[in-house]
């Protein structure tokens, strides 16, 4: 399971979590959801900037 994060109900409050570790407590659900929805959205730009420079020649290279 890839996306390990959870909203959990805690008696009023919404709590986010990444796997195991708590990352947020917030009053509403949506809140949690917006959260969520930004650190995935972070995730998926982190992933994307990776694949980039791994299949991008050394600069070094360029300029010989």
Not at 13 to 28: G, P, Q, R, S
Not at 41 to 50: D, G, P, V
């Amino acid at each position: 399971m890839e996306n390990a994060m959870e909203i959990v109900k805690w008696d009023r409050y919404f709590a986010l979590y990444d796997k195991e570790e708590l990352v947020c407590v917030t009053v509403y659900k949506k809140g949690a959801q917006e959260v969520r929805r930004r650190i995935e959205e972070l995730k998926s730009m982190i992933e994307e900037a990776q694949r980039h420079l791994q299949n991008e020649e050394p600069v070094f290279n360029k300029i010989q």
